[in-house]
């Protein structure tokens, strides 16, 4: 199944929370890429009915999501919140979940579902007693009990150990491998890297880039970087460095230089030729921004 | 009706301590009826002063807001609605449910406290039990459904409520005579007015408002409870 967003936008009051986004998710693992207040959950909530576009379409198949609970059939949904009664036991709150659904054997369903995520050990323990790993899973059995054609995930590895992180990435992989649509988000570009086969990234509220890991990878590496430097000659260095079409700006500043590299493959190997033929020795290279926020930021301005 | 969304409310609103909350008042008023039974004053004056009083006056709107918000507002609140929310149970549904879940709490925490407390007074002496029973009854449903509704549109609904029974309800109401008119406690009293005989049971709405005013506050509050579930947004901290 797919799910469509035509030009979807939603607003709160003069804020844009989600900009004018096009984009189709269809079978297998999509990461939805953006840092904290892009507005990944809400997109991911207008795409789980749980929001009204302000503009724009969102559709499953073809039919509008919102106002609509007969798309739950094909929909499991993994909130963000932890959203789980802590009165019950993780089997009665997975088995409630198969019994909303109206499945003819909710028993079964259940039992399968806990298994997929490894929770039958604890499963009749509280839900409040679980820790934050294994709620979230319980999340995802409640979600997978009807063995839905989409299951859209919100932040589903914040708050998890590394193993369990493992653990829930094998079976996103898993079940997209096995032509589910599935779509989860995050602000960690590693994460989204080692699961997803598509990545869909948001900025600002922006559809900013989309792909596969390796086009957004090659994104945030062509992008141009910024570094610091400082060596025995500074001056020097910087009128070497200027004579390459790599280097796009550089300043010249008391406690050292910023080199402005537009081209970073042939930067990273000029640096260390023109230092040795120069005779100059570097005491410090260092990137001054890499970091994801930077890194979104030039999306965003490149996709402006 | 769907019987899993009303298993897992009644196991939210009786679970644990909760339940205590809800047999305080009933015990209060039993409480009450026995210490007027000790003391002498077993008659239809006081069975009277302390249903207008306490059972309607009171209890009755407090209870109706605990468990009429009691049944959404903590699920909205934090997040637990979801799970509910995001099956193929059409949302109108699911308000019907725990509208009636509210309502059947109110016939066992207050509408049936309050025939017992009148029948250990004056016993069924005109009426008496069954009338305010069943004034509480009306009552009863009709605040489950108002503060239903209150707790699906407001993250407010318990203070408003407050606001409503104590300060509308009781204070505007006492001073105020057209207040009453839109006073559910009073509609409830009509109704009790209506089955006793007793000369002490004085209703001032007419059964010709307070009936169809029961009936339409009821049904318009449970229907808009349905539609506004319908459109429930999580808007999240983005």
């Known amino acids: 199944m797919k799910i469509v967003l035509s030009q979807a936008s939603r607003w709160y009051g003069n804020v844009v929370a989600v900009n004018d986004v096009t984009m189709t998710i269809g079978p297998g693992v999509t990461g939805l890429l953006g840092p904290n207040g892009a507005g990944k959950s809400t997109l991911l909530h207008m795409m789980a009915g749980f929001l009204a576009p302000s503009g724009g379409t969102v559709t499953l198949d073809g039919t509008p999501v919102w106002k609509n609970h007969h798309i739950y059939r094909n929909i499991g949904l993994v909130p963000e919140r932890e959203g789980v009664y802590g009165f019950l036991t993780g089997w009665q709150f997975v088995l409630s979940a198969a019994k909303l659904q109206g499945l003819p054997d909710p028993v079964e369903a259940a039992r399968k579902a806990l298994a997929t995520v490894e929770m039958e050990e604890p499963k009749d323990r509280r839900v409040e007693t679980y820790s934050k790993g294994m709620r979230q899973r319980v999340k995802v059995a409640a979600a997978l009990v009807h063995d839905p054609a989409v299951l859209l995930l919100d932040e589903p590895f914040n708050g998890m150990d590394p193993r369990q992180r493992m653990h829930l990435m094998d079976l996103i992989r898993t079940m997209g491998a096995g032509g589910r649509t599935i779509l989860f988000s995050s602000h960690i570009l590693e994460e989204v890297e080692r699961v997803a086969q598509h990545i869909e990234v948001l900025v600002a509220g922006r559809h900013a880039a989309s792909g596969d890991f390796r086009d957004i990878r090659r994104l945030m590496t062509d992008r141009p970087h910024l570094f610091r430097i400082r060596s025995s000659d500074d001056r020097r260095l910087a009128a070497r460095l200027m004579l390459d079409s790599s280097a796009g700006g550089v300043t010249l500043r008391p406690d050292g230089l910023e080199v402005q590299a537009v081209e970073f493959r042939r930067f990273a190997r000029l640096l260390p030729q023109v230092a040795r033929t120069e005779g100059i020795r570097l005491h410090e290279v260092s990137p001054a921004d890499e970091d994801l926020e930077s890194v979104f930021s030039y999306l965003i301005n490149r996709s402006a | ?238």
């Not at chain 2, 009786?14 to 008023?29: E, T």
């Not at chain 2, 408003?160 to 109401?173: D, H």
């Open chain 2, 1 to 238: 009706m769907n019987p899993v969304v009303a298993g897992i409310t009644y196991r939210a609103l009786l679970g644990r301590r909760r339940i205590v909350l809800l047999l305080l008042l009933p015990l209060g008023l039993l409480g009450l009826a026995v210490l007027l039974r000790l003391t002498g004053n077993a008659d239809q004056r006081y069975a009277t002063l302390l249903m207008e009083n306490f059972a309607l006056g009171t209890m009755l709107p407090l209870l109706g807001l605990i468990v009429g918000t009691g049944v959404i507002a903590p699920e909205i609140d934090d997040g637990t609605v979801i799970h509910l929310m995001s099956k193929p149970i059409s949302r109108p549904v699911i308000a019907q449910t725990k509208f009636l879940v509210a309502a059947s709490l109110l016939v066992v925490f207050a509408a049936l406290p309050t025939y017992l407390a009148v029948w250990l007074l004056v016993r069924n002496e005109d009426g008496m039990a069954a009338g305010f029973a069943a004034g509480s009854l009306v009552a009863g449903v009709a605040y489950a459904a108002v503060f239903l509704l209150l707790g699906v549109v407001t993250r407010h609904a318990v203070t408003i409520g407050v606001v409503y029974a104590l300060v509308w309800e009781s204070l505007v109401g006492n001073f105020v005579p057209g207040a009453r008119k839109f006073s559910i406690q009073q509609w409830g009293r009509t109704v009790a007015d209506q089955i006793s005989t007793s000369v002490y049971l004085k209703a001032e709405i007419a059964l010709g408002f307070a009936a169809p005013a029961l009936v339409i506050a009821t049904v318009v509050a449970v229907v808009w409870a349905g539609l506004r579930l319908r459109a429930f947004s999580l808007t999240g901290d983005e």
